[in-house]
């Protein structure tokens, strides 16, 4: 089995899922630089899209990577409200995080 | 203006290993118009089942109070905090610009009974940090006794909780008939929630067991027990 990654964001309050790549056709692409993540992401509802835009300041962004024969990896992302954008011409949502906490769940007690 | 809520009006809920009762939105109770009471955004009513509870996840921008009414409840975070608490312990976290948390139920015999509360805090951003505080259940007799406050009170370290937000937690008992007075000072608001027993309010409210009022515009309360009654009264702005 190869690495697999699933996206989700989602409502940092209440736990609304916005979005899941393992539900849902979700294309999203990570850049890094100087310290900061750069997501764009495509393929979203334009509902979902809206949902994230009007809750920018607060979201959950989360990256989970399951090497393979390995235990996953989760990547939680602090999302800088002000970055959340939506182009309804293109379709993109694009946000930004200015830090990371990667952690490994089975380190503490029973994830 | 006086809104009671009943305790049958919160969404409860029975997973086996958790069960309880949520007075705002959460999880898989989502209302819209039930979101926030000024910066209280949760008032969870948990019981966990022994060795039970939620994994490593994270939290941001949020102060989260944790009141353990029986039992022992476990918080384990990324930065190295680890404490048990039971009756008599508050456990308050500032989530900040993130932090990764596990809570659950430290005994492997006994449930564990917890309140949980969230507030926005005052400032985005802000160092993660976590402390567990215990106050002396004895003084909580016949007054309200802060448990939780924004502004350090000298000489309160290790037994009231500093929070990064305008407001006081009390928790308070009563014996029938007594009473204690709270002046509410303007443009505040108080969240009320009776934990056991029941309490009337300015002569004429009358709450019982996990009963709840969210309270505006109301200069002065009087908090009478009509039986012996336990409860938590959070000055808010």
Known sequence: MAQQETWLIKHAVTGRSFADSRKQILVCRMESADGVFRFTLQELPRE?????????????????????????????????PE?????????????????KIEYHPEEYWGD | MFTIYPAASRFSFDKGWLRGSHSFSFAEYQDENNTEFGPMRVCNDDVIAPGRGFGAHPHSDMEIVSIVLYGELRHEDNRGHVAVTNFGGIQRMSAGHGIIHTEHNASQTEDVSLLQLWFSPHTRGLEPSYEATAFNPERLHGQLL????????????????????????????????????????????V??????????????????????ARIEQEPKLSLEAQEPVFYMLIDLP
């Open chain 1, 48 to 80: 979902a899209a809206e949902e994230i835009v009007r809750y920018s300041g607060e979201l959950n962004v989360f990256r989970f990577v399951t090497p393979e024969n390995g235990a996953v990896v989760k990547h939680w992302y602090y999302v800088a």
């Open chain 1, 83 to 99: 970055s959340v954008q939506y182009d309804d011409q293109t379709g993109e949502l694009r946000l930004e995080a200015g830090s």
């Open chain 2, 191 to 212: 969240f009320l929630f009776v934990i056991e027993g029941s309490l009337r309010v300015n002569g004429e409210y009358m709450l019982n067991g996990r009963d709840s």
């Open chain 2, 146 to 189: 802060p448990v939780v406050a924004g502004e350090r009170v000298p000489g309160t370290e290790g037994e009231v909780a500093a929070i990064h937000q305008d407001l006081t937690i009390y928790l308070s008992k009563l014996q029938p008939g007594e009473r204690v007075e709270f002046a509410q000072s303007e443009g505040r608001r």
